[in-house]
């Protein structure tokens, strides 16, 4: 009897060998085991077979797959060029299968592209990306938007001396600056940052030096700047001498010590940096500060955040005038510049009409099959198998899937700078969303997916064709049951998704129109706004601040056509002003309010059209 | 011929074994042929794969012979070289004893 590793070895060969020689094949090679059975031995015989089989694996594996592979690539060269012609005799259906493909998997890219940006590519801090956070001075009553609010440099100071489980505490507070080399002037985003702001990013400059504690001890103005790598390419025309060289900031001159390396803008974009120093006069009452930290590598967010609180209920001990029912927040960096999950939600409600466009696509290919079944039936009666049909199918599905995958593309690499250039609030610096590789990669995934969701399925279904039956003739399009069964759970589908995105987006409708039409208490249509800045130290004194907006502000009023001029510290309905708090009478329903504190001039109610509720406006003096 | 028809070492051999049985050139016959000469266990599936790749390229061609005269005889395949084989053969063979020419293997030396 046959052992039963040799019957696996001889099912193994059989399958492998073409269906004429495997008999022969199988058959010659027992006879010869046989044989030598009689000289050799039987186990030495049926180890020479088992020899013989395996050895014949490999060779015959080989063929099969060349074979196979010439089969494959000669029909299906011949498939695609039916594809092509039967899609190009359709314009209709492919310009409007490729257009919603592009739309939808184009869309998808773009929000894809926005989230790897911001949720996804890791923080330009190597390791310390995931350590860094932002500390965030909370008290009750200024409880809403804790996230913007800043940390007094007496408070941080203090915190970064208890705060044992933080490697650093260092802070950053932007401020805008005019830049000179003696030709020409430029308003340039700068920041003033502690000095070991940079080594606790891990960043080092990438000519000259970063701020030494020196830098940052005041009195007096700064000595010491360190300028973004394109400002340096722009102001000194890169030129690798510049460290040394003196530049005019606000009017002063102060010698350039380092260059970042390029790419390097944090926090907000900024391209020059100047050491903090904190004045002798500097309150703790003045919550001015982006403060960042830097966990220990071993410390969880929540045991940092815990000692931080522990170490701000000591500081509102010793000083409870200014720190009295104040605590500290803390949020990870990523978290602070992404503003939480609404990119995911949106890359979940892009995503719904990705399915929707499928589910649209499938509809089509199913109406457009049925058709085709004269066609379908009369190329399974000539000899087509099942197989075959499916494959020819799938491959105009996979060409239509293709395209849209390419024009979505297109339309994403638009898509992503039409974002940039709308977006109310742009994405970190290191967030820039791109149509890179991981992007093109995901976008290729998608575009696989919505093929094999859009395109086999549909294949599989319309390829059930009855060859041996009558031919229907070419205008009986009945849909068979299982086609039938496919197009109404794909209008459940659709129904069900278009259902879901239609509430998301009247939701936001109804937010977005709520804000447009929101009443600000005046009258907008007739109001034009400008900013301004005052460069230069010559500005810091207040009465120089204040001759210098009156006079601006009776320039504007006098220019005709301008009915009154006033000027403020915010701009109303697109800034906020400074966090303070009122603490009310006692015996009142609360103790304390929060509000916004906005510097006006006289004239400014009266630009507005509004009137006081009761009592005066300001006087000039 | 053609640069890219050449055959390849065992496809020679199998050629070559084909030549040698005449007309009893089948499956496991040409494997005994060529383990006879080399004193190679050679595997019946490569005998099997060099003919189909041969067949192929039509460099051999095979016969169904009539089905043996056994109780459930079956019929083999016999194989010939085609024009074109016998062409590649006379090339290759003449490419390589000119190859050859001066050369002597120790195992030939050694027989004396």
């Known amino acids: ?621 | 011929m053609a640069k890219g028809d050449f055959v390849g070492e065992f496809e020679l051999y199998v050629m070559l074994a084909i030549t040698h049985l005449k007309d009893d050139a089948y499956g496991i016959r040409i494997r005994q042929e060529i383990e006879e000469r080399t004193g190679r266990d050679v595997a019946i599936g490569a005998v099997y794969a060099t003919l189909g790749r041969l067949g192929d390229k039509r460099l051999v061609r095979y016969e169904l012979s009539d089905p043996q005269p056994v109780p459930g005889g079956r019929s083999r395949k016999y194989f010939r070289l085609t024009p074109d084989g016998r062409a590649a053969l006379e090339h290759s063979a003449a490419m390589m004893s000119r190859m050859m020419a001066g050369f002597r293997p120790a195992a030939e030396r050694g027989r004396r």
């Open chain 1, 1 to 621: 009897m046959t052992p039963l590793l040799t019957r696996l070895l001889q099912s193994i060969v059989a399958g492998l060998a073409s269906a004429d020689e495997r008999r022969e094949l199988l058959v010659d090679l027992q006879d010869e085991a046989r044989r030598r059975a009689v000289d050799h031995g039987d186990n030495a015989a049926a180890r020479w077979h088992r020899r013989q089989l395996i050895g014949s694996i490999p060779p015959l594996l080989a063929r099969r797959v060349s074979v196979s592979r010439l089969l494959l690539t000669s029909g299906a060269i011949r498939d695609l060029r039916l594809a092509c012609r039967s899609l190009a005799a359709a314009p209709a259906f492919t310009i409007s299968v490729v257009a919603l493909l592009s739309l939808a998997i184009g869309s998808h890219t773009v929000v894809y592209a926005v989230v790897d940006g911001l949720l996804l590519r890791p923080l330009p801090f190597g390791d310390r990306g995931e350590r860094l956070f932002t500390l965030h001075s909370v008290h009750p009553a200024l409880s809403h938007d804790w996230d913007d609010a800043g940390v007094s440099y007496l408070d941080m100071t203090d915190l970064r001396r208890e705060g044992g489980a933080l490697e650093a505490i260092e802070g950053v507070i932007n401020r805008n600056v005019s830049v000179s080399t003696g030709t020409d002037t430029q308003r340039v985003l700068a920041a003033s940052v502690t000095p070991g702001f940079f080594s606790m990013l891990g960043v080092a400059p990438a000519m000259g030096r970063d701020f030494a504690d020196a830098d940052g001890e005041a009195p007096g103005f700064e000595q010491s700047v360190i300028l973004g790598h394109a400002l340096w390419q722009s102001l000194t025309a890169a030129d690798p001498g510049a460290i040394g060289r003196e530049i005019l900031i606000n009017g002063r001159r102060i010698p350039i010590v380092g260059v970042m390396p390029p790419g390097f803008l944090f926090p907000d974009g900024n391209q020059l940096w100047l050491p903090y120093r904190a004045e002798p006069t500097v309150r703790r009452s003045q919550r001015s500060l982006l403060a960042v930290g830097l966990l220990r590598s071993n410390t969880s967010i929540e045991a940092g955040a815990a000692q931080l609180r522990a170490a701000a209920a000591r500081l509102a001990a010793r000083h409870p005038d200014t720190n009295q029912d104040w605590t500290i927040h803390v949020m990870p960096l990523r978290q602070f510049f992404t503003s939480g999950g609404d990119q995911a939600r949106l890359l979940a409600a892009v995503s719904l009409l990705l399915i929707g466009a499928c589910a649209n696509v499938v509809g089509l290919i199913l109406s457009r099959g049925l058709a085709r079944r004269h066609e379908l039936t009369l190329r399974a009666a000539l000899g087509a198998g099942r197989a075959r049909l499916v494959r020819l199918l799938s491959i105009e599905n996979a060409l239509l899937a293709a395209a849209g995958g390419v024009f979505g593309l297109l339309l994403a690499s638009w898509g992503v700078h039409a974002f940039l250039a709308w977006t109310p609030e742009p994405p970190p610096y290191w967030a820039a969303p791109a149509v890179d590789s991981r992007v093109v990669l995901v976008s290729i995934a998608v575009t696989v997916a919505v093929m094999l969701a859009a395109g086999v399925l549909p294949a599989l279904r319309l390829a059930r064709v009855d060859a041996v039956g009558v031919l229907p003739g070419p205008r009986a399009t009945g849909a068979p049951p299982g086609v039938r069964r496919l197009q109404h759970a794909l209008v459940v589908a659709q129904v069900a998704a278009s259902f879901a995105l239609l509430a998301g987006a009247v939701l936001m409708g109804r937010s977005a129109a709520a804000l447009l039409d929101a009443d600000g208490g005046f009258d907008r249509d007739r109001l034009l706004s400008l900013r301004v800045y005052l460069p230069g130290d010559q500005y810091d004194p207040i009465h120089a601040r204040a001759a210098a907006v009156d006079d601006l502000v009776r320039a504007v009023a006098g220019v005709p056509g301008v009915r009154a001029a006033a000027a403020t510290g915010a701009i109303p309905t697109d800034d906020g002003g400074g966090e303070i708090r009122l603490r009310a009478p006692a015996g009142g329903p609360v103790e304390e309010l929060g509000a916004q504190l906005i510097p006006v001039t006289p004239s400014f109610w009266n630009t507005l059209g509004l009137s006081l509720h009761d009592g005066r406006s300001f006087t000039g003096s």
